[in-house]
């Protein structure tokens, strides 16, 4: 069993819907969580950094954390076709700054 | 630009032929990855180093090689390369005790 799973998808949705993407992981250790957004043919990029539980929201885009299922969400509302990308997240130990990554969920908002 | 810069982009590789992929950073980050990305696989992390001269191994090391002579330049080598080994690469950089990661454009690399 990896230690992070992510539904690689592709998950589509019309424009101007609310997107939610998990992750779930096993290692109760992880203090931060993060996700990335990878555009097709680019490197990931940083959009959402979070320690601990508890949400944190910037503009449309909202990242939680449920350490008591182990469970990760980034939720996007009033979706761009400019979202179509693949969504990464990561996450890491307390003392270690090394991350460990999900597969990744590819999603397609349609116009 | 500042950023992370990955060259070649691509490159087509025979089996057994040998080649050096560079990585330049201009952010005066302390620490850079190289990761390899698969296709329902994400990003396995290939060698890693926390600062100049320094470099370990990560989760999928064999078959590469690694150094850091310059604090903003990370290489990754194949000696022999393998059609397993058919990917894109990925180097990134962060600052110091940082988990913000920069990444590059990645490098497209064929064995055939």
């Known amino acids: 069993q990896k230690e992070v799973e992510q539904d690689p998808g592709p998950l589509s949705v019309p424009e101007g819907a609310i997107v939610s993407l998990n992750c779930t992981y096993s290692?109760?250790?992880?203090?931060?969580f993060m996700w990335y957004r990878q555009y097709s043919r680019k490197g990931p990029e940083l959009l959402m950094y979070?320690?601990s539980s508890g949400n944190k929201e910037d503009g449309r885009f909202t990242a939680q954390v449920d350490k008591s299922s182990k469970y990760i969400s980034l939720f996007i509302r009033d979706s761009q076709p400019s979202d179509s990308a693949t969504y990464l997240c990561?996450?890491?130990?307390?003392?270690?700054?090394?991350?460990?990554w999900g597969a990744g969920t590819k999603l397609i908002i349609k116009p | 630009n500042a950023g992370v810069t990955q060259t070649p982009k691509f490159r087509v590789l025979k089996t057994g032929q040998s080649m050096t992929l560079l990585c330049a950073q201009d952010?005066?980050?302390?620490?850079m990855y190289w990761y390899r990305q698969d296709p329902g696989m994400g990003l396995r992390l290939i060698h890693y180093?926390?600062?100049?001269?320094?470099?370990a191994k990560g989760e999928v090391p064999d078959g590469y090689n690694v150094s850091r002579l310059k604090k903003q330049n990370f290489l990754l080598g194949l000696e022999s390369a393998a059609p397993s080994q058919t990917s894109v690469y990925f180097c990134?950089?962060?600052?110091?005790?940082?988990?913000?990661?920069?990444f590059g454009s990645g490098t497209r690399l064929t064995v055939v």
């Open positions: 990561a996450m890491s130990e307390r003392s270690n700054y090394q991350l460990i």
């Open positions: 180093s926390v600062g100049e001269g320094t470099t």
């Open positions: 290692n109760s250790a992880f203090q931060y």
């Open positions: 952010m005066n980050h302390e620490y």
């Open positions: 990134a950089s962060s600052p110091d005790r940082e988990r913000s990661y920069t």
């Open positions: 979070t320690y």
